[in-house]
């Protein structure tokens, strides 16, 4: 089997990701990649030119919703999830407990 | 504080999106751009580092202007908009695709073209392709009319084996005007051997007359004498030794062998038939009949082929000739391909210029366009490679200064083409001898792929370190 390297495994769960994100609170893009860094403490960190594309492509698949409000002075587009991004959400998230549960069984257990 | 908006509508450019989605993108992106710099001054940073720095986070801005149009609008920028360096608006593509038409105007380019047209292996086959049955007997008819003695030389050479009657009616009346063609007796006279009743014993003795230092003659002459290879000569053939004792004690077989033996030269006329086989139909069909017939006087003054001249210096002649016809080969196949590739990007962006409305199809068409602006390029490329590789040989045969150079030179890039177009074990030769080839197709691959990069890097405006 393959091992997935580093790059293809935040390429894959980017969308996992976004809308794990906005499922708290509405965010802009900006927002959103300050907040992938922190909270994983600098171990991800999203490419802005990778980020947007991608907003979009949530967005275009109905899974986001984008809608300019005032902050600051200033208007700033923020993204709230969809009730069907909310089921993909779901979805995703229940993949992604299984998978890594599985392979944390793996790795953290010691054989004797 | 810099104009977010304008830097983002200059970097962007063009962006045809719909329903006013590309003035919030560009107020979206200039938003990340702003925070940036604003966190980059908090923390103390300068100006003008906080500039670049904001800037900086998107380095390749054509590739966010792909990006973002597909993600908005699901399929592809259209190749009309595209900024890349092949993209059809922009003249590297252009430039490409004249110079690699430009090279059809090399007459050398073109005969590598010809040679590589010609399909097969087999002589008859290869010359049948050239020349069927019909323009075979046109041929005969205007040879008898016009009294042409090389065209019936021609028509007596490649006669089809079941009908070498008429091969021996065209070599018949071909000698009889002209002398110098008597050594197609020797063709004439070998492969009828199998037609009951037929002596081919005129023949030899014709040649033996006309070319009586040769040895060849006396080698028909005994193959003539004694057909080993039928009874009763066929119950020694379990072992050749004794074989060769049998033979040896018939007078027929072993007093013309003992002339093959003592005969001054031996000259089995290969290079009188691959004149005839290979270089005059090649010429002939491209209309070339006056270089055609200066090939066939330079044979006829070329000096006699000596085969106690070779050695090591000609042996590296032939293998560098035959490693030629593989980088020719390898060359021609991608020549092949990109030109079909080139053709079929050609035809869609012409589409694709006169049909900009946005349905399925144009998404379709533009879809395929959109990854082919590669192959103008790269067919320059392969096709170079193909003109370098041939160039060596691409000169008139009736410049070739000896049989020696023809022999070792000029036949064996015919022949080695031939041989990598049959049907080899891969052992032999896309594994054995391919080292150089791919070597040399390797360099070409780097060096265009270093003129692609460069390319690349000038004619992009967006990129800050472009010229």
Redesign the interface.
Known sequence: MAIMPDRELKKGNAELLILALLEEKTR???EIGKLIAARSEGVLRFH???L??????LE?RGWVKGE?EPAGG????YYRLTPTGRRILAEQRSRWRAFSGAVNRIVEVRHA | MPDWKKIVREKLGTLPLTHGRRE??I???A??LE??YEEALAQGINEQEALQRSIA????WE??RR??F???E?THLPVWEQNGAFAPRRWPVWIALALALSLLLVPAFRQALAILLVPGNDTTAWCSRIFPEKVLRRIEQSGDKEKYARALAFVALHSPKEDDERAMHAAEKAIALDPNLTWISAKVSHPTYLYPDYDPHPWIERLKAWDPQNGFPYLLEADANVHYWEPPWTKYAASAAILRQSLAAERRWRIPMEKVFAAPRMDFYQLHRDAYTRLLPLLRRGARADEAAAVESALAVLPRFDYSVGGPAHSSLKAAAKRSAQVILISAVFVAVLGLLTALWLVLVIVLRWKRNANSLSHLLNRLASPLCFAPPALLLVSVALFLGYYPYARSIAQIPSYQELEYGYVPVLMGLDDLTSFVPLTDFWVAHMFWPSLWCAAVALAGACLLWWVRRLTRPDRPDAA
């Open positions: 802009h893009g900006y802005v030119a990778s947007y594309p991608l907003l979009y492509r275009r300019w200033r208007r700033r587009r | 919030e993108v107020e979206e992106l938003e990340q925070s940036a986070q998107f380095k390749d590739k966010l990006e973002v597909q993600s908005v699901g």
